[in-house]
């Protein structure tokens, strides 16, 4: 009677340590995935910035565009923006310095 006491006593003992170990993985595993998330959200917040920074970049730029286009200098503008992509006229002829 008493060995099967102590049997009984040692599978308890090892359950409690069995699920002692398994509650420090998983406490140890939630913690691993909130610093995961944490820098994750810290990584996304950045991009987050650096994209709404260019978004805005990219309103003034197309409100210049629009204001541009808008107004009665369209005809320079145009081709200010040929010359520099190296357009030129019908029959012009552009010299360049190679000096």
Do not use: H, P, W
């Not at 286009?69 to 030129?88: G, I, T």
Request: proline share 0%; charged share 35%.
């Amino acid at each position: 009677m008493k060995v099967k006491a102590e049997k009984a006593a040692n599978k308890k003992t090892i359950i409690k340590i069995v699920l002692c170990i398994l509650a420090i993985a998983l406490v140890g595993y939630c913690a691993y995935c909130i610093a995961s998330n944490a820098a994750d959200i810290s990584r996304l917040k950045s991009q987050k910035e650096e994209l709404d920074t260019k978004y805005e970049q990219q309103i003034e730029d197309n409100d210049q565009l629009k204001s541009i286009l808008d107004s009665d200098d369209k005809k320079d503008y145009l081709e200010q923006k040929a010359r520099e992509n190296n357009y030129v006229k019908e029959n012009e002829l552009d010299f360049y310095d190679i000096n």
